[in-house]
């Protein structure tokens, strides 16, 4: 069920018992001509992914979910959507870990943290047909449980908030994407966006290692640039970052 905001909005959704993967459902949606806005959910899914094509294990109890939007924005813009999700993710946990919520942080460039470890994570896919861009946002969230052979320590909802369900988040992230999405949407509306992730930034300040194709690269995490790039300061100079696998402290 979404939220109350989200269908005003006009949002829509789609649930499934299993699916490959809610990615490949939104794309095959599209490939039949929807119209966008929509929400795919699936109680568990046998080909999950995450980024760099990584197996994304998807037991039930978790959250599993697509939403499909259909010429959002131009197709420079289209990175900035990873903090407009990014942000609702950490406002629906936020509603339903209460006190606790005091131990979130975004991650970047696409996780939530939750007392220091995964809980969450997205994907953001985009292509362009008939000159139209579309965008999907991939989005797992552990909520009943969470893997323990993965290289950055994980956690899951219920540990902190034992009534958590994936029916209430759902609602809580539908609303909030929504209210995110709109402020994004007014003219300048990355301005606001930035300074609300960068208030919930996880090891703003501190040394951090962004592992790269080419190699690590340890700096100083100082902030985003007025476009969403990570800005890393370094004996040699501020790099700009676009995308990358961030780690705390210094190489491993």
């Keep these: 069920m979404l939220g109350g905001a989200a269908r005003v909005a006009g949002y829509r959704l789609i649930v499934r018992d299993e699916v ?21 959910v699936a109680r568990r899914q046998n080909a999950g992914r995450g980024r760099h094509g990584r197996q994304w294990g998807s037991p039930p109890g978790n959250l599993y979910a ?25 406002d629906a946990a936020a509603k339903l870990l209460g006190p606790a919520a005091a131990t979130l942080k975004l991650k970047w460039p696409n996780d939530l943290l939750l007392g220091g470890a995964k809980m969450s994570g997205l994907l953001l896919e985009g292509e362009s047909r008939a000159g139209r861009l579309n965008v999907i946002l991939g989005c797992g969230v552990n909520i009943a449980s969470c893997p ?29 994407w929504a209210k995110r999405f709109a402020i994004w949407s007014e ?54 970052i676009d995308a990358g696998d961030l780690f705390f402290g210094a190489p491993g």
């Design 20 to 40: 490959a993967s809610t990615m490949e459902e939104a794309r095959h949606a599209l490939d039949q001509g929807e119209p966008g806005k929509l929400w795919i």
């Design 66 to 90: 697509s939403l499909l939007l259909t010429n959002p924005c131009e197709p420079a813009l289209a990175p900035q959507l990873g903090f407009v999700a990014g942000l609702a993710l950490h």
């Design 148 to 176: 323990s052979d993965t290289p950055y320590p994980a956690t899951y909802l219920r540990a902190a908030a034992p009534e958590a369900s994936v029916e209430a988040l759902l609602v809580a992230l539908s609303d909030a």
């Design 187 to 240: 003219p300048g509306g990355f301005g606001p966006t930035r300074a609300a992730w960068l208030e919930r930034a996880a090891f703003l300040g501190e040394t951090i290692t962004i592992r790269l194709l080419e190699g690590p690269l340890q700096g100083r995490f100082a902030g985003l640039d007025p476009t969403g790039r990570l800005e890393l300061e370094t004996g040699i100079g501020r790099r700009l």
